[in-house]
């Protein structure tokens, strides 16, 4: 850690002044593997099914248009089969466009109501934000997935339906988890102080952006998740679970 790096004891003692905990779903409240292999996969093996029964939808070729759109693609979407490889193909490269989110929550959607998808959170995940919605923090998530998917997430969890522990979701429509004036518009969004919020997440980009904004921020480094750089662990208060912030004294103690 830097001489003047904040260590998590330190941030545990801001609590009080603590209105409102963000938390990052990938790496954070979430495993890498059920993101990246369990909802891929989903997405990717019900693609084919989903367009063909919706084909018809203006919503589903809507999204389509708009996923072409702002890719600046020239693949054809005119067909079923040439939809499927556009979007199979788009799925590899980054950045995630929003409208091809929009088609990952349509085709999630269909899996959770199945059952066939639970969506995965870390054990300490529910104990930690109850605990501190009970202290009367506002507990939020943030993440590039949609607020319709991280709701679907919560919702339909391996905890069972969660969901009213959360106070809101916000998405990339408030701008990229890589801006600081991402964290400005929450800020004004929730009516906070910088001071007053603080934001989980395992990538330093975010944790950085957050702190920019002079968010209180804090790097999850999860089990599963990818190694984090010695610089970001020397900038940066690090935690493995939300547990850890409570074996801190991250609460109010009656
Ligand atoms: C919560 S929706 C499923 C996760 C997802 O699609 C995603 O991109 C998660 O990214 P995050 O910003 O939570 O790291």
Redo the contacts with the bound molecule.
């Keep these: 850690m830097a001489e003047n790096a904040a260590t998590v004891a330190d941030i545990a003692k801001l609590f009080n002044k603590i209105k409102c905990i963000i938390s990052?779903?990938?790496?954070?409240t979430?495993s890498l593997a059920f993101?990246r292999n369990t909802?891929k996969s989903y997405f990717l093996d019900n693609l084919h099914e989903h367009l063909t029964k919706n084909w018809d939808d203006s919503e589903l070729q809507d999204i389509l248009l708009k996923t072409k759109f702002e890719t600046d693609s020239s693949d054809s979407i005119s067909n079923i089969e040439d939809a499927c490889s556009f979007i199979i193909r788009l799925s590899d490269t980054e950045p995630?466009t929003y409208s091809f989110?929009q088609l990952?929550a349509r085709i999630w959607s269909e899996g959770y109501s199945s059952g066939e998808l639970k969506g995965h959170l870390f054990p300490d995940v529910v104990p930690a934000f109850k605990r501190w919605s009970q202290d009367g923090k506002r507990i939020f998530?943030?993440?590039?997935?949609?607020e319709l998917?991280?709701k679907l997430?919560f919702t339909n969890s391996i905890a069972g339906n969660v969901l009213e522990i959360i106070s809101g979701c916000f998405d990339t429509t408030v701008g990229s988890?890589y801006e600081p004036n991402s964290y400005d518009m929450i800020l004004k969004k929730l009516e906070c102080q910088p001071g007053e919020v603080i934001f989980f997440?395992?990538?330093i980009k975010e944790v950085k952006a957050a702190s920019k904004a002079g968010v209180i921020a804090v790097i999850m480094d999860r089990e599963g998740n990818l190694p984090l750089d010695q610089s970001a662990k020397d900038m940066f208060p690090v935690v493995s679970s939300f547990e850890a912030m409570i074996e801190h004294g991250f609460y109010f103690e009656y």
């Design positions: 990052d779903v990938e790496g954070t979430t993101v909802l995630i989110r990952q998530l943030y993440s590039s997935g949609l998917s991280q997430l988890k997440s395992d990538s």
